[in-house]
């Protein structure tokens, strides 16, 4: 069946760790987008993708970085975990088009 | 860029009545709107979407209307029920290659017995 899959579903690690927050989809999407979300709160966009090789910022800033060299893998990255850092991460893909998006099940991410 | 505002932020009613939703964009070049729902600890599920060439779109219990003049669209849901409770995000957008989603800050609906 055609979904967007995030992995891992949990993770608790120490400060300065680091962290990569992996998303596949086999919903044959050109368009990838991540999303940080407080429990229940605002959807803040962090990073997107057109297609391979296409990276851009999203309207929150974020210290994590992301990569596409797949189409339908779009991993993200965190250099050195910080406390700050805790919240869900939400993966998301679309068609070019940018409609409608589909959402993963996302990491919800606790740095101690 | 796209701002978009939602209200209320929290919203009880009881089964069985309507519950109504309204945001408001500020981007006339946006033409898609869609409604998610996120119950908790789950991913927001796309529930239903309407383009600018409508005003009205219906989906058994839910419906969205679309105001163009006036920037604003809004989600109804009849007859609610126990499992209609959740976190609704409305959402706009232009489509297109740039296009990006922008978000509500959300309604957490609680439907009581």
């Known amino acids: 069946e055609a979904d967007i899959y995030q992995t891992p579903r949990y993770l608790v690690i120490g400060t300065g760790k680091k962290i990569t927050l992996e998303c596949s989809q086999t919903?044959?999407?050109?368009?990838m987008y991540w999303y940080q979300q407080d429990p229940g709160m605002e959807l803040h966009l962090i990073h997107y993708?057109?297609?391979?090789?296409?990276?851009e910022k999203g309207d929150l800033s974020s210290e994590s970085t992301v990569s596409r060299i797949r189409t339908e893998h779009f991993p993200l990255t965190l250099e050195s975990a910080r406390p700050s850092h805790t919240s869900q991460y939400l993966c998301?893909?679309?068609?070019?088009?940018?409609?409608?998006?589909?959402f993963g099940d996302g990491t919800r991410l606790s740095i101690l | 860029g796209e701002n978009v505002e939602q209200h209320p932020s929290t919203l009880s009613v009881q089964e069985g009545d309507s519950a109504v939703i309204k945001c408001t964009y500020s981007?006339?070049?946006?033409?898609?709107f869609p409604w998610y729902k996120q119950e908790l600890g789950k991913r927001p599920q796309l529930i239903i979407d309407?383009?600018?060439?409508?005003g009205e779109k219906k989906d058994q219990r839910i419906a969205v209307t679309l105001n163009k003049t006036a920037k604003h669209f809004s989600l109804h849901i009849t007859e609610t029920q126990p499992e209609d409770s959740a976190v609704y995000f409305c959402?706009?957008?232009?489509?297109?290659?740039?296009?990006?989603?922008?978000f509500g800050t959300g309604t957490r609906l609680q439907v009581t017995l």
């Open positions: 981007d006339s070049a946006s033409n898609y």
């Open positions: 919903m044959g999407h050109d368009k």
């Open positions: 993708s057109y297609g391979v090789n296409s990276t």
């Open positions: 959402a706009a957008s232009y489509t297109g290659t740039a296009s990006k989603l922008t």
């Open positions: 309407i383009r600018s060439n409508v």
């Open positions: 998301a893909s679309s068609e070019i088009g940018g409609m409608p998006q589909h």
